[in-house]
């Protein structure tokens, strides 16, 4: 078969960095000749981008490679990958465990693609999930090598930029510092260089992705330095940026997004529960008081700001009264959207080596409870928009009606709305004239 008829079809687990990894993925295989297949079954080369923050994720990718198993089994040559998280986690165990997978590779490794599966094609089953250590220049220069900056991650008007990788904070209960490796930032020059790339191919709205933004430091250049300087940039119409860490957050950085126009208001800001005891226990490295004296500050500043946050319920030795301080936060801060997940152990976190003495009926009855409090808290939020102008950015067109175009507000809330001679990357003003589940309704002004 020639390899210009070879088709590829990549399955994502996991957060906005996975699905920037999967895209850099397929544009690399693309670059060598490969098609989108359109289902599995008409694949050649299937790879698995996986999560490991959770065990759920985890268990989804082994059931996923045993429907697969078919597929090996069957006449046609098929090559199957597992990337990503728990293929740097797992490494030699998924090859042990599953004979149908040919390759497993670490995040570090993905523009290797071309080279892993000539060694496969040569009859080699690959493992790649060594890294370099953070600070060595391989590993920066190795972040998005020069030739494919000007190949980056365009959604319609939405672009996605990683500016770093890692982690160095090792709260007890996260496994991305042992998947994703210590912190690696790239330089300012080749973020810049991306994101004029991206604005010449039409992006509006640029998104700064990394684990932990706010600890952003490459050649002294900080990340308020960096937020600073790409949204000044011409072209830039909005900046967002994912995620925060609530220590590394100062009020230089409130200011400059309360001032700068191109920085939306919002913010998401992993708070994880609203219990001291738990946050000292989480290895947080701030209280509650803390981070709502933060939260105090963006809301004087930026009064419209969205905020989302991340909570965990069933944390090994939670209590009652640490859950209610967490339903607490919650009414106190009152939350645009809440990320929510009942705790489960990952291997290597300090976190594991605890008794999960949580019972998995407290953790989902807690979990419901947390819930229902953001779902009308929610509905308050949605309430208090109607009537309102808000400014939107088309960024996409209605999968079922071609008549209707979706957008975001400022504060990240989807909106539907119709008119004629709108398209995509339009900013427009729209008046919110009601609502339907999480999606506002709109007219342009």
Known sequence: MALSTLKFHILTFGCQMNEHDSFRMAEILRACGYEDAQSLDEADLILINTCSVRKNPENKV???????????????????????????????????????????????????????????????????TAWSEPSSKSRVDNFIPEEWLEAGHLDGCKAYVSIMKGCNNFCSFCIVPH?????????????????????????????????????????????????????????VVRVRFTSSHPKDWDEKLTTLVATRRSICNQLHLPLQSGSDRILDLMNRRHTFAQYFSIINDLKTHIPTIELSTDIIVGFPTEKEEDF???????????????????????????????????????????????IELQEKINREHMDSLVGTVQEVLIDSCHKKNPNVLNGRTGGYRPVKLSGSGLKIGDRVSVRITGYRNHWLEGVVV
């Open 179 to 235: 998947t994703r490796g210590r912190e690696t930032c790239r330089p300012l020059e080749s973020i810049l260089k991306e994101v004029e790339a991206l604005v010449h191919r039409g992006a509006k709205e640029i998104w700064l992705l990394g684990q932990n933004v706010n600890s952003y430091r490459a050649n002294e250049v900080d990340f308020y330095t960096l937020l600073d300087t790409i949204s000044s940039q011409e072209g």
């Open 324 to 370: 209610q301080a967490t339903l607490r936060a919650l009414e106190e801060i009152r939350f645009s959207s809440v990320f929510s997940f009942k705790y489960s152990p990952r291997p290597g976190t300090r976190a594991a080596a605890m008794s999960d003495d949580v019972p998995r009926s407290v953790k989902e009855e807690r979990l419901q409870r947390l």
């Open 62 to 128: 082994y059931s996923m490679l045993g429907t697969l198993r078919r597929l090996k089994d069957s006449d046609r040559d098929i090559i199957i990958g597992v990337a990503g998280c728990v293929a740097q986690q797992e490494g030699e165990r998924i090859l042990q465990r599953e004979k149908c997978v040919d390759l497993v590779f670490g995040p570090d490794h993905y523009f290797r693609l071309p080279e892993m599966l000539e060694r496969v094609k040569h009859g080699e089953r690959v493992l790649e």
